[in-house]
């Protein structure tokens, strides 16, 4: 963990509420999305994220750059902070951080040609001139698998993984030390989210970018991850290398998300279910937020925060599996 | 009898241009209470066929003479959309691939809930609510009675698909069609939601098409299993069948390019090339400009044979294939 080299990306104590309407005659109340979140990520490394559905992932990835409110905590990109600039001086240095969506319909403009909706960064950055420009364009449209003349086409005429293909070239374009990839092959067909997912790591290794890289697919994120942080209710309650989180989970919840993995290879199988519902992040219990599904709670588990703790494979459980049962 | 029995057929989305044939001869059957998986390519037509049982297409015999669509042994193609509306909802219920494009954004989750209820007269309101809570808490919601009173924008991608899904069986509808259902779930939601549905498959005998493109789901659930190719069925048959006998090149490259655990860093398998668009399909084999196995003979179109029984393939060398497979 005492790396001496600079990570990318520094994510200290990160806080993100948003508040919600007041009822009359009570207090405000805050959806705490993120509660706390610290991680670094290294220069070239990826970053995987897993949790549950409104863990708090894409909010995090929001707050990086800076596209959701930071209530607290601290963000620092090559170690410059950034968390507390102000628009007029963040977006100079916006395009260090460039993120791809899910969505790669709605994503992207239908009115605008390909090659306008990939300049269009480097126009608000006030990239080169207008050859440079489209010569940039065109660099990316063949770096992601496309080809140059596709810049006159309209989305519309693209298939989903193409369009994918296009969210990415918009966001190589400023060539960012950091990529947010939210659920960025989740919409896509196995053979085409094989081609992208190819696609990222040769992207990678040319341009050695950091990612950080959101699925709820732990097959997806095992693939491309050098390691992997696993969250619950707006906290990392495990992170390590994928050997670590996935084949010799310590937190609980860890394990229940590996079981949960549909597999070919087991078929008809009924899959170990996680009982219940994560807790409501409008009141966020005290203690272990994972306690009231965790077969392994105690006491203690109710009343007393679970910090993560550790050095290469970090845990945050007061009782943390300690060896595989197989 | 089958439930659902479609055969030949073909549905077009009228565009500005050529209409496309996004639906081009397709021959499928599910069988009451009977789990039925369509995978494929994106752009195959798996949509396009869900919205076509569901009366949401112009398929009809203008679109292709022979095409034949039966729901519980009547002629659909012959029903006026008053007749639709009756169906909708109440006997076959529906799960839309996007969740916002089919839940009102601003509309309230309760009164979107009970909606089926009262337009097919099942239910007054206070029942209506009753039954709204109940599904709510079905779907695994805590708190239901809270979440009527909230909009669907207020809601995470989970809670939401499971609201589409209380939406989709308050009617307990016989054959449910899921498009994608769980795509954009994490895994521990998505088991809820498929323990969810098997549930409501044993309860109420309900059948259902379950569109998907995670073959890891498919071998869960799948009794039986369709796999679909640029709007065509290029192989159907049970679980085991399609899965450990694959007898297309297609399904197998789709086989080969999930990813499993214990990859890491390993390449993924892809099929070379992409789907054509429904313009310029091969008059031969559709798969033949991506197929490794592909010569003369795959040139001629090629029809369903059948490998074994309930097991059929639309490929002339379904050995070459399996061979392959074998190493
Ligand atoms: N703009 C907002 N206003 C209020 N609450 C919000 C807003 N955006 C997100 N939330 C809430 O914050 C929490 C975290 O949401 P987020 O979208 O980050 O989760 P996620 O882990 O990305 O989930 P999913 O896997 O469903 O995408 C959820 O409870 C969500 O409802
Ligand atoms: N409204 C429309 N007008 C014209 N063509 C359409 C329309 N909707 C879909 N298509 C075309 O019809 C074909 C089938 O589309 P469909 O949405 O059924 O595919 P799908 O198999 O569901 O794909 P996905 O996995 O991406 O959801 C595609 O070629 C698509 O481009
Ligand atoms: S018919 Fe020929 S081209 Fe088509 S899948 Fe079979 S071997 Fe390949
Ligand atoms: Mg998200
Ligand atoms: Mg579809």
Redesign the interface.
Known sequence: MNDPVQPILAVRNLTVQFPLRRRPGQPRRHVHAVRGVSLDIAPGETLGL?????CGKSTLARAIVRLAPITSGEVYLAGNPWHNLPERRLRPLRPAAQMIF?DPWSSLNPRMRIGRIIEEPLIVQKRGDRDERQATVARVLEQVGLHPDDAGKYPHQF????RQRIGIARALVLEPQLLLAD?AV??????????I??LL?DLRAEHRFSMLFIS?????V??VSDRIAVMYLGKIVELGS?EDV?DHSRHPYTR??VE????????????V??GG?PP?PINPPRGCAFAGRCPRAQDRCHTEDAVLTGDDHQVACHYPLTEDPG | MALLEAEQLVSVFPTQGEPVRAVDGVDLHIDEGETVCLV????CGKSAFALSAMGLMPSGRDAHPNGRLHFDGEDVLKWDEQRWCAIRGRDIGMIFQEPMTSLNPVIRVGTQLMEPLLIHGLANRTDARRQAIEALARV???QPDRMLERYPHEL????RQRVMIAIATICRPRLLIADEPT??????????I??LLADLKQQHGMAMLFIT?????V??LADRVYVMYAGQIVESGT??QV?DQPGHPYTQ???R???????????????PG??PPPHQRPSGCRFAPRCPYADAACEQPVTLRDLAAGHTVRCVHPDRARSQQDE
């Open positions: 897993i949790g549950e559905s409104g899910q298939s989903g993984g193409q659920e989740s919409a896509l067909d196995v053979s085409v989210q094989a081609q997912l190819n790591a709820h697919d732990l097959r997806v095992e693939q994928p996935l229940a998300l949960a993995v549909p597999e070919i290879d087991a078929r008809g199988r009924r899959r279910i996680l519902e409501s | 494929g390519e994106s752009g695994g919601i805590p995470s991608g989970g809670m795509t954009a779930l994490d895994v521990t939601v998505e088991a809820q498929l323990e493109h995670d073959l890891g789901v071998a869960e679980l085991a899965f490259g789709l086989l390019s999930m990813p499993r655990r214990h990859q890491r860093g390993r390449r993924l398998y892809t099929i992409t789907v």
